[in-house]
């Protein structure tokens, strides 16, 4: 049976890797270590995430939410290493603004740019749209691969229990927007008429009647919904066709899916449901990460103790405190054997659901919070 691929190369072999899984299993630390590494490594390298909490800021050490591309600086961890040619860069997605980019892209004239971008259910809508958070972290990874500014691109996905929501979604949202039913009040030039949406919604003869419901429900409500559809309706083809050429791009071999799952048991179906998953979408998933798995028991010596600490215990314990302590202390190593136990199980289920495919690696769990570059590098050693 073959061997399984170092992690790295894997990484290094890709122009883009997407870091996929379920929330809560540390997908956004594993992305920032992987391009770190590959930065490190000399690459050019760009994480970029989806997550709208500060983890990434958080675990680069940087005081921000990276709303724009931002610059890590290394040298810190580079310490007396040569200097090499690689950098670190790192941006959290921001919806609303790729959604402007998007709409000065597509639209065909100033004027329906303009409507578009000043209209009040277009500013409230850009980025809350089902489905045009994952839009808009596609169209902002073609904009980045397409600039050649980088060698690596790491793609932190959003948490979903559904593999296919960040390929898929893309396409849901432009057919709700294509197919809505308001998209029937608009005529072809894109321009809304109260006249033309009574008729339709109403019957002819009734117009009077939609002016009514108009009044009702606010000031000039359905116009205002209706205009901006038939301005928006005129960006649907660009946006589909970019879509497309996006799905296309992931499911070539420039872009490596890497899965981060948890060792826990609870975690082992949804891992499992995701992996599949992905296989029905025609996504092969070359990277597996166990993320925070507990390391091994030690019986430690008293050299181990810590001198302060030794000094604080007391000189003298009579039986019935001794007995209380040694009973303490071994139901907590029996309860920390067995939790160890049933994750060597869980992943020994995940190592034949995958067999020896895709490269494998574990990170153990840390003591210390990733806050900064310097605790990030503690985990490149288990990268490897």
Not at 172 to 187: N, T
Not at 234 to 244: E, K
Not at 280 to 305: F, K, Q, S, T, Y
Request: hydrophobic residues 45%.
């Amino acid at each position: 049976m073959r061997a399984r691929p170092p992690l790295p190369d894997v990484i290094d072999a890709h122009k883009i890797i997407v870091v996929c899984g379920t929330g809560g299993v540390g997908k956004t630390t594993i992305s920032a270590a992987l391009a770190l590494g590959a930065a490190l490594r000399g690459k050019r390298a760009l994480v970029l995430t989806i997550d709208p909490a500060k983890r990434l800021a958080n675990a680069l050490g940087i005081d921000g939410r990276l709303n724009e591309i931002t610059p890590i600086d290394l040298d810190a961890i580079r310490h007396d290493e040569p200097k090499k040619t690689g950098h670190l860069d790192a941006m959290m997605l921001d919806s609303k603004r790729t959604w402007d980019e998007v709409v000065c892209r597509f639209s065909q004239d100033e004027e329906t740019r303009d409507r578009i971008l000043t209209n009040a259910y277009y500013q409230r809508a850009a980025g809350t749209l089902a489905g045009s958070q994952e839009y808009m972290a596609m169209e902002k990874l073609l904009q980045v691969h397409q600039s050649g500014d980088y060698d690596l691109i790491v793609l932190d996905t959003p948490p979903t229990r559904n593999a296919l929501d960040f390929l898929e979604a893309p396409s849901r949202m432009i057919a709700v927007l294509q197919e809505g039913i308001l998209r029937w009040l608009i005529p072809r030039e894109g321009r809304f008429s109260s006249a033309r949406a009574g008729i339709i919604l109403f019957g002819k003869g009734q117009q009077a009647l939609f002016r009514l419901f108009e009044r009702f429900t606010g000031a000039e409500v359905l116009s205002g919904i209706a205009e901006f559809m038939g301005a928006f309706a005129q960006l649907l083809d660009g946006m589909r066709s970019r879509a497309s050429d996006v799905l296309n791009l992931l499911r070539s071999d420039q872009v490596a899916f890497v899965l981060v799952a948890s060792p826990r048991r609870l975690a082992l179906a949804e891992t499992s449901h995701f992996h599949e998953r992905l296989s029905e979408g025609g996504v092969a998933v070359r990277g597996l990460v166990i993320n925070r798995v507990r390391p091994p028991l030690a019986l430690r010596g008293h050299a181990d103790v810590p001198e302060a600490a030794s000094e604080a215990l007391p000189k003298r314990i009579d039986d019935l405190e001794w007995n209380a302590m040694v009973d303490e202390v071994w139901t907590t190593y029996q309860h920390e054997r067995a939790r160890q136990l049933a994750e060597a199980q869980v992943t020994e289920e995940l190592e034949r659901q995958f067999g020896r495919g895709p490269a494998w690696v574990e990170v153990p769990e840390k003591e210390a919070a990733i806050h900064n570059l310097e605790t990030l590098t503690m985990l490149l050693p288990h990268l490897q």
